[in-house]
């Protein structure tokens, strides 16, 4: 081989090295990449659920404020019935004297 051959071999050896080089750093990152994007998913699937059980206990908190509502509602009217039927007594008594 000539001087020039030799000193192209050395050259692509040289390149081939790097490629090799960088082609298992890009192997490392990509499994590192890999790894953070599993904990990620597992970390949405949490928040996901999450967000799913606070829906949850914000529905049955809306449900249970109708139902007081209603319930207090119900309480408000049979005191002004209350109060309607002893004024009517007290009128009844008042048209007897």
Known sequence: MTDDQVKMVANFEARVRQLMFLCDSLKQEN??????????KALNESLTEENEQLKN???NL?????????????????KRLSNLVREVDRCIV???E
């Open 31 to 40: 499994a590192d990449l890999k790894s953070l994007l599993a904990g990620q």
């Open 62 to 78: 809306k449900m249970a404020k109708i139902i007081s509502v209603r319930q207090n509602d119900f309480n408000l009217a049979k």
């Open 94 to 96: 008042l048209l007897n």
């Open 57 to 59: 206990k914000y529905d």
